[in-house]
């Protein structure tokens, strides 16, 4: 099955399945890989420009890894052979910068309301100090609450929504493949819209015309609501969605009928 795979999308395969492999490798000797490649949010003191790039190789967990990979084989293979690997690499990494981009703008408008709440305590010029984490420091939750307790200590201060909101967003990564693959997944559906998916939850026959567009819809919906608790960067997916959308869009129009 494998030897089958266009290559663009084998060669995806095996550099995100390096990097996962890695991250635990790595993570045994007590380095933190999420830290060095993960994508932090631009203004933070952990952000580096090449994370731009390398979070599209760094996963969470097990289940995030697969169900990415599992999507990117599904959905990649027949992309690229339509497509041709030129433009596949093009769309896969433009959807990745898309999902980045729009992820970040979102977290502009929030982090900027919880920066003047701070800055009204007098506390804004130490927070991105405190907020560094580092390769060698341990997982990425133990170093932001350590880092967290330490700054509220230091500035004789108690935890605030507000501080809280602005420690963890510039603290916490974004990684994962999601927002390319979800520019792939809206390829697809534009490509082959009366392709057959079978669902599994419920395990029933939609058309990819009918089941991306409700996954699209899901995603905004909770992008939204941002339920407490919700780890996902739902704003990243659409994003990706959204640069795939308009890519193909524009190659239809110009010469790919």
Known sequence: ??????????????????????????GETG????????????????FKSYQIISHMFMHG???????????????????EKALGEKRYVILYFVAGLGAFALFNLTNYFSINEFKAAVTNQGLIDSVNQFAKLEVLGGSTSDQINNNFNTWLQANNTV????????????SIPMVGASGAIFGVLV?????????????IFPPIPLKAKYFIPIYIIIELYLAVQAHPGDNVAHYAHLGGALLGFIMIRYWKKTSLN
Do not use: C
């Open 187 to 199: 390829a697809f559906g534009m490509m082959f819209p009366n392709a057959i998916l079978m669902l």
């Open 61 to 79: 967990d097990t289940m995030h890894f697969f169900f990415n990979m599992f999507a990117l084989w599904m959905f990649g293979s027949a992309v």
């Open 159 to 170: 935890p605030t929504d507000a501080n809280q909101e602005l420690f963890l967003g510039y």
């Open 1 to 26: 099955m494998f030897q089958n795979i266009p290559t663009i999308t084998k060669n995806l395969l095996i550099i995100n399945a390096l990097f996962f492999l890695a991250k635990f490798v790595f």
């Open 31 to 46: 380095y933190n890989l999420d830290v060095f490649f993960g994508a932090f949010y631009p203004e933070s003191v952990n």
